[in-house]
């Protein structure tokens, strides 16, 4: 037969189960309520965060894009100014090897001035001279030693301001460089989004790095280094315009000496081949004078023989007259005229004997003065051939170094061609 055991454990009353009922469904509908109410907030929250973070993302997209066009506004701004730059170094570099030519030009016309001022320091006697000529080659010599000068400070100012715009370059460069690492930067992170592979979670990634510079800051040091580059150029320009108006003023100065220069030589040159001429003809009637007064001479010795033979006859005559006999001897006409003769034959004959010195005197007289003429013509010669192989050597300021032939010999040759009338006189002479 079946027993009843009773399970020993605490009874509740009934009260009580129905109070636990009511505050278990009182309790499920507070919780159901404040659930309700946490699911409200939670996607208000998420509403909100939600459209936060993407307003935040896409101002920040929209700041990167910005800052990406700012960068890339200056980073086409230093393309452009280092094109200009390099443009500018390369003219200014031609500019300056101009300038350099041109000092090296002036080498020339220096030692042509110098072999001119050597050349004529042969000139003899009278005329070494200081002439216009020696003046305007002097002159010359100031305005090339004052061209060259000029043209060294000009290539001094352009080696200097070359100098500037190589470091503007550097720094631009530097800036450039700068410049497309953020562009690189930049745009990589303008181009992540959330499904991209390399993002992570990053160590303080709010912090300031050291060496953190302000926008202002980074603007000021964009806009000097645009500015001073936008200055050494201009710099630079009106350089290139000082060289180029000196090349310009120098050559001018210079071919404006060498025109007087040579105007003076041919003037000097006229002058002294009308003075050679002059002496020329002074030279033929001399020569011609000369040998009437040595015939005269001649002629005076012979009067002067024959006069002397006469004295003799006369004098043998009255000698043998003396040897009369006895009253033979006396003074008759015949002794009186032969007697006058003596005194006039004596007298003749010192009157010829006079003349005859004083013949002989003008003689020595024209023969040391045809001297004197024939050294001054000689020297006078000798000039003009100086001064011509002057001109001649001076061909070279005007004649390709590759075309220069000199029409001047160096040296006196033997040759089978024609010479000049000036070399024929001046080898007549030698």
């Avoid at 041109?102 to 220096?110: G, R, S």
């Avoid at 010192?350 to 013949?359: D, E, F, P, R, V």
């Amino acid at each position: 037969m079946a027993t009843f055991s009773v399970k020993p454990s605490q009874r509740f009353q009934l009260p009580d189960w129905q109070t636990n009922s009511y505050l278990l469904s009182t309790n499920a509908e507070r919780q159901r309520d404040a659930s309700h109410q946490i699911r409200q907030e939670a996607r208000i929250l998420r509403n909100e965060t939600n459209n936060q973070t993407i307003w935040d993302e896409h101002d920040n997209r929209t700041r990167l894009a910005e800052r990406i066009d700012t960068v890339n506004r200056w980073k086409e701004m230093l393309d452009k100014l280092l094109t200009d730059l390099d443009a500018e170094i390369d003219t200014l570099t031609q500019m300056k090897e101009l300038a350099e030519q041109n000092l090296q030009a002036k080498n020339l016309p220096m030692d042509v001035a110098i072999e001119c001022l050597t050349l004529r320091e042969s000139r003899r006697d009278i005329d070494f001279v200081r002439d216009p000529v020696e003046t305007e080659l002097r002159k010359e010599v100031e305005v090339i030693e004052a061209t060259k000068k000029a043209l060294q400070q000009k290539i001094n100012q352009a080696f200097e301001q070359l100098c500037l715009l190589q470091e503007v370059q550097q720094q631009l460069n530097l800036d450039h460089r700068g410049k497309m690492e953020t562009l690189e930067i930049d745009r990589g992170c303008l181009s992540l989004n959330i499904k991209a592979p390399n993002i992570s979670l990053k160590i303080n990634p709010a912090r300031v790095p050291k060496g953190s510079t302000t926008l202002q800051q980074w603007d000021d040091f964009s806009q000097f280094n645009k500015n001073r580059a936008e200055a050494e150029m201009k710099s630079a320009t009106e350089l290139r315009e000082a060289i180029a108006l000196t090349i310009a003023e120098t050559n001018n100065e210079l071919e404006a000496q060498r025109v007087a220069t040579e105007f003076a030589f041919r003037k000097r040159l006229q002058e002294i081949e009308k003075v050679y001429s002059e002496l020329k003809w002074q030279e033929k009637n001399t020569l011609e004078e000369i040998a009437e007064l040595q015939e005269d001479i001649r002629r005076l010795e012979e009067d002067l023989r024959r006069k002397i033979l006469n004295l003799k006859l006369v004098h043998t005559r009255l000698e043998s007259r003396t040897y009369r006999p006895s009253v033979e001897l006396c003074r008759d006409q015949a002794q009186y005229g032969l007697t006058d003769e003596i005194h006039q034959l004596e007298a003749t004959i010192h009157a010829l004997k006079q003349k005859l010195a004083q013949t002989q005197d003008a003689l020595d007289a024209l023969n040391k003065h045809l001297a004197r003429l024939q050294a001054d013509i000689a020297c006078k010669a000798n000039s003009m051939l100086l001064d011509t192989k002057c001109l001649d050597t001076r061909r070279k300021l005007t004649v390709p170094a590759e075309k220069f032939v000199p029409e001047v010999d160096t040296f006196n040759r033997t040759t089978n061609r024609t010479l000049s009338p000036l070399k024929t006189c001046h080898l007549e002479l030698a």
